[in-house]
C-alpha cells in the first residue's frame, strides 16, 4: 500500500515567485492537512482538507492557501515567496477528520527561498 | 490555545537500555487525543502511540508506552529495550476533541532529539 506522496521532494524559488506543491494521500484516505516545520518555529499547522472542503487553517498570511481535489489529492501554494517561507512543508492524510487514530505523514517537501 | 512542552531538547540511551521522554500540555478542555511522532533523518514523521484522554489505560504498542497522567497534565513516553533505529527526533502532539467540528489539527512540542549508542 502506498504511502502519502509528496512532490517535488526539494524546490529552490527566488523571491517574490510562486510555488505548487502536491500531495497524494493514502488511497481511502480523505482528510488532508499540510504543516511548516522550520528549526525556529517548529511544526506548525497549515490547512485541513476533507471532501474538498477546507475545514481548518492555521495563523498564516493569505499568500498562503490550498485545495483538494475530488480524488482527495491536494496541493498547496505559496505566492510571492518570501525568504522565511523556507522550511520542510509536510503533507498528512487520515480515513477521516474525526475520530483520528492518527495521521500518516509524508517525507515532506524542502521548499529553499533565496 | 493549546500547548505542548517537552523540556529536554536531547537525550541519549545504551542499546537495550529504557529511556523516557517527557511532555506536558495546557488545555482546558476534558476530551482530547495525544500522539507521539518520530522523525527519523528521512524526514517523514511516523506514528509511535495515540492516548484518548477519556481512556485511563496507559496505551502501549510493543516497546513503547506512555505514562498518561491527565490531572497533571503529562504525557510521557517510555521505550523499552532501545534500539538504533529508535534514533530519531520525537515529537508529543496534542489534538482538541473540538476537532470534529471544528476542524482537526495537531499542536506539537518543540521536540527532543533521541540518540541510541551502541
Known amino acids: 500500500k502506498a504511502g502519502v506522496t509528496q512532490t517535488p521532494r526539494y524546490l529552490i524559488k527566488t523571491r517574490g515567485q510562486q510555488v505548487t506543491l502536491s500531495c497524494s494521500p493514502i488511497?481511502?484516505?480523505?482528510?488532508v492537512s499540510w504543516y511548516q516545520q522550520t528549526p525556529g518555529q517548529g511544526l506548525q499547522f497549515l490547512f485541513e482538507?476533507?471532501?474538498?472542503?477546507?475545514?481548518n487553517k492555521g495563523n498564516f498570511p493569505g499568500r498562503f492557501s490550498g485545495r483538494q481535489f475530488s480524488n482527495s489529492r491536494s496541493e498547496m501554494n505559496v505566492s510571492t515567496l518570501e525568504l522565511g517561507d523556507s522550511a520542510l512543508y509536510l503533507c498528512?492524510?487520515?480515513?477521516?477528520?474525526?475520530?483520528?487514530?492518527?495521521?500518516?505523514f509524508g517525507s515532506g517537501t524542502r521548499l529553499t527561498v533565496v | 490555545a493549546q500547548t505542548v512542552t517537552q523540556s529536554q531538547p536531547e537525550m541519549s540511551v545504551q542499546e537495550a537500555e529504557t529511556v523516557t521522554l517527557s511532555c506536558t500540555y495546557d488545555?482546558?478542555?476534558?476530551?482530547?487525543?495525544l500522539f507521539w511522532y518520530k522523525q527519523p533523518p528521512s524526514r517523514q514523521m511516523i506514528l509511535v502511540i495515540r492516548q484518548e484522554a477519556y481512556k485511563q489505560q496507559n496505551a502501549t504498542e510493543n516497546r513503547f508506552s506512555v505514562n498518561f497522567q491527565k490531572a497533571a497534565k503529562s504525557f510521557s513516553l517510555k521505550i523499552s529495550d532501545s534500539q538504533l533505529g529508535d534514533t530519531a527526533m520525537y515529537f508529543c502532539a496534542f489534538m482538541s476533541s473540538r476537532g470534529e467540528t471544528s476542524g482537526s489539527r495537531l499542536t506539537f512540542g518543540e521536540g527532543t532529539q533521541l540518540t541510541v549508542n551502541p
Open positions: 488511497s481511502g484516505h480523505r482528510s
Open positions: 482538507y476533507f471532501s474538498e472542503t477546507q475545514r
Open positions: 498528512a492524510s487520515s480515513l477521516e477528520p474525526w475520530p483520528n487514530y492518527g495521521y500518516t
Open positions: 488545555t482546558s478542555e476534558s476530551n482530547y487525543y
